[in-house]
């Protein structure tokens, strides 16, 4: 793109002309030159054409003929409010009836008459401009800038959310307008995108044809700003909430060819129950992803839905940078966790064909030669690898959503829990009425970046019975993932039943709810040295909520606390008192799931080895070192690659010591609450996320009726 081939468009409000007192002297006029901005030369230097307009009907006009344009508004020209022509009121609304419209009509400017009776709330005539220019030139490439000499970072971030691309201070120089045609190509290829990834997707219904629908409900010029009027502050409040708390920090790049020993690794990995996120890269953790929904997106019914390979990758990228890499738990890696074990649970069921279709009826931990197959070719064979049961019950478009809810069940998510916003007054918290805050706002998330990439027009768009079903599906699943309901789950899935007074709509909810419960905490029945290692970073997460709940003066959980932590008594009271009635009430339901429990059992007894040994350190406890001792004769093993205290490895033992910010000379004992009074409390309440830590006063340690544990340090108040 050559700034010589393209136009600028300058929107510049013309002085008053003075008034004259008759027997004067006549003023002589100026020209129209005379009244162009300075910078205007400079503009000429660097682009084609540029144009300036007092008018701000004849600017649109004017930019809607050129294609290839600019847009830029001066703010210290705008010295008069949009008045009574155009409706505006300084106090509460902005209104353009059909008068502004009809300007257009006379300049040959389609501009959708629909659009010039919306209403925008706003007190600045400058804002007013701004919006006013983002309604009609919307998806058409053209990139709204303002300049002004206020350098007022206030302002600057009102334009931006009222729809500016940029905000350039005057006096402009020829060094920042030679760049300027970067915006104009940088809108173009947005514009490209947006524009190819819904092409082949089904329009939403005009306005006019909703309202038809509606034999009683009155088509009036009121009635359509009132909706309009309901969309635009929707749309500009979810955008609010998406900017600040989960802004796209990543360009979205098309589908990545991987060479063929690549992909045939990552489908061994996704095909095995031993997945390794640690080890993969974001490159390798978004092929993973899209390699599940690859294999989802060939059932019947799916296969229709046309989505392309290039939407799909861009969707995964774009979701992937919700989430932050700063959080040790809470992260991409986690969330592809998820989703993996979502695809192996479904794989087992027999819903999907493992990537490499070399599973054996048990878990397969090792593959060989993998090798893509249709599922509608091997209809027959997978058939015959499974059982019928309730699992049957999940459609394509079930497994689909319930894909979905898992890659992005924890999108945006800021590293604390819900008790933290809670206890700290979060707007967040106080938006969802402290009611599953995070697990709201996960879902919020993932469905503006569904929205944006076009995944909600399939099956019919939002309107449909089908979007219906699938955003029900979804939402329904993530709120299944707030641990504060998990007593009232495990009921549910007790009582689950079948028979023919049942309602299978509600039963594939369960379902769908009852695998991303397993999913969401399967890290304890993983492999024994990745559920060391996943236990380790969740810990380090919650410890560093202890530190800010301890800065900010709130409420702390004692788990929260880095130097009371146990990771050994944390895993064995969650899998105890949590993880195990969970894996067997499932299982009960769906007994290709069955492996869990074993594998959970399996693990319990090595953290119970771990614990009696007394030789873990999970990095975040106390390090109990003395200057004339250096090990132990405790028997040692590795866990996630830490050092035991028995190993005399002075130097492992500096780095926890920086890490822990512990002093040289400095020692903490671990203390350990009581288990009789946790168990007191979870029996009152599930989980930590509804404790009030206030009155918590640490206890000696005490002997337990439970000869394998000594206090329960759940791992739940936090996912």
């Known amino acids: 793109m050559n700034p010589s081939h393209c136009s600028v468009i ?3 409000q013309t002085p008053p002309e003075p008034f004259v007192v008759k027997g004067e002297s ?52 705008i010295t008069a409010s949009p008045g009574d022509d155009y409706g505006y009121d300084s106090v509460t609304t902005i209104s353009a009836p059909a008068g502004y419209s009809s300007s257009f009509s006379s300049s040959s400017c389609s501009i959708p008459s629909s659009l010039c009776s919306s209403i925008i709330t706003t007190s600045d005539p400058r804002l007013f401009w701004i919006r006013k220019s983002t309604q009609f030139l919307h998806n058409s490439g053209i990139p709204i800038i303002v300049c002004s000499t206020r350098d007022d970072t206030a302002l600057m971030l009102d334009c931006v959310h009222a729809g500016a691309t940029d905000y350039l201070i005057k006096p402009l120089n020829l060094h920042g307008i030679k760049t300027l045609f970067l915006k104009l190509h940088r809108c173009h290829a947005d514009t490209n995108t947006s524009t190819s990834s819904i092409s082949s997707l089904q329009p939403l219904p005009a306005l006019d044809t ?17 909706i309009q009027d309901i969309t635009i502050k929707s ?34 990995q996704i095909s095995s129950w031993d997945f390794n996120p640690f080890e993969l890269p974001a490159n390798d953790l978004v092929h993973c992803a899209y390699l599940i929904f690859e294999q989802a997106l060939t059932l019947p019914g799916l296969y229709e839905l046309n989505i392309t390979r290039d939407r799909l990758y861009d969707f995964i990228i774009d979701l992937s940078s919700t989430y932050y890499d700063g959080n040790p738990y809470h992260n991409f ?42 599922p509608l070719a091997t209809a027959t064979r997978q058939q015959q690898k499974r059982q019928e049961g309730p699992q049957d019950l999940l459609r394509p478009q079930d497994i689909f959503a319930l894909l979905i809810a898992a890659i992005g069940h924890d999108a945006a998510h800021p590293g604390v829990n819900n008790s933290f916003l809670v206890n700290s ?37 939002p309107g449909s019975t089908n979007y219906r079903e699938f955003r029900k599906t979804v939402v ?244």
């Open 235 to 268: 749309t500009r409040f979810t955008q609010t909430v998406i900017d600040i708390y989960a802004r796209s920090r990543v360009k979205v790049a098309h589908y990545r060819n991987f060479s063929c020993e690549r992909a045939t690794f990552l489908k061994q």
């Open 425 to 461: 007054a979060s707007p967040l918290a106080m938006l969802y009425g402290d009611q599953s805050v995070l697990e709201n706002f996960h879902t919020m998330t993932l469905f503006q970046v569904i929205h944006k990439h076009g995944l909600d027009q399939i099956g019919g768009g």
């Open 26 to 77: 006549p003023i002589q006029h100026t020209s129209a030159l005379d009244n162009e901005p300075a910078y205007t030369s400079l503009l000429r230097s660097v682009f084609g054409q540029v144009y300036v307009h007092s008018h701000h009907a004849d600017a649109l006009s004017q930019a809607k003929q050129q294609g290839n344009s600019i847009f830029l508004i001066d703010l210290d020209s």
């Open 10 to 12: 300058v929107f510049s």
């Open 476 to 719: 329904t699943t993530i709120l299944a993932t707030d641990m504060s309901l998990h007593g009232d789950y495990i009921s549910k899935f007790h009582s689950f039943t079948t028979d023919s007074s049942s309602d299978p709509q509600q039963n594939r909810l369960l379902l769908c709810s009852a695998i991303i419960k397993c999913s969401d905490i399967s890290n304890v029945t993983r492999p024994f040295n990745r559920a060391a290692r996943w236990a380790e970073l969740l810990i380090e997460e919650s410890v560093c909520q202890g530190d800010l709940e301890r800065a900010m003066g709130l409420p702390s959980n004692p788990m929260n606390d880095r130097d009371s932590v146990v990771i050994e008594d944390s895993q064995i009271g969650f899998i105890r008192c949590i993880a195990i009635e969970l894996f067997e009430s499932v299982s009960q339901i769906l007994p290709s799931m069955e492996f869990t429990v074993d594998r959970i059992h399996d693990n319990l007894r090595e953290w119970e080895l771990c614990k009696k040994a007394g030789s873990h350190d999970s990095g975040v406890a106390s390090l109990e070192v003395s200057s004339s001792s250096s090990h132990t004769t405790a028997p040692t093993h590795g866990i996630g690659g830490l050092k035991r205290r028995g190993d005399g490895d002075a130097a492992a033992i500096d780095v926890l010591r920086k890490r822990l910010s512990i002093d040289q000379d400095h020692q903490v004992t671990r203390r350990r609450s009581s288990a009789g009074s946790v168990t007191e409390v979870l029996l009152a309440m599930p989980t930590y996320a509804r404790m009030d830590h206030e009155d918590y006063v640490p206890q000696p340690h005490q002997p337990s009726q439970h000869p394998s544990y000594n206090a329960m340090l759940c791992q739940c108040c936090i996912q």
């Open 333 to 374: 890696a986690h969330a592809v966790d998820v989703l993996q074990c979502t695809y192996f649970f479904l794989c087992r069921m027999g819903l999907l064909l493992f990537a490499n279709d070399t599973n054996d009826e048990n878990e397969s931990e090792s593959v060989s030669t993998p090798m893509f197959i249709h």
């Open 210 to 226: 909703v309202l038809s629908k509606g034999p009683t409900l009155p088509c009036d010029n009121a009635l359509q700003r009132r």
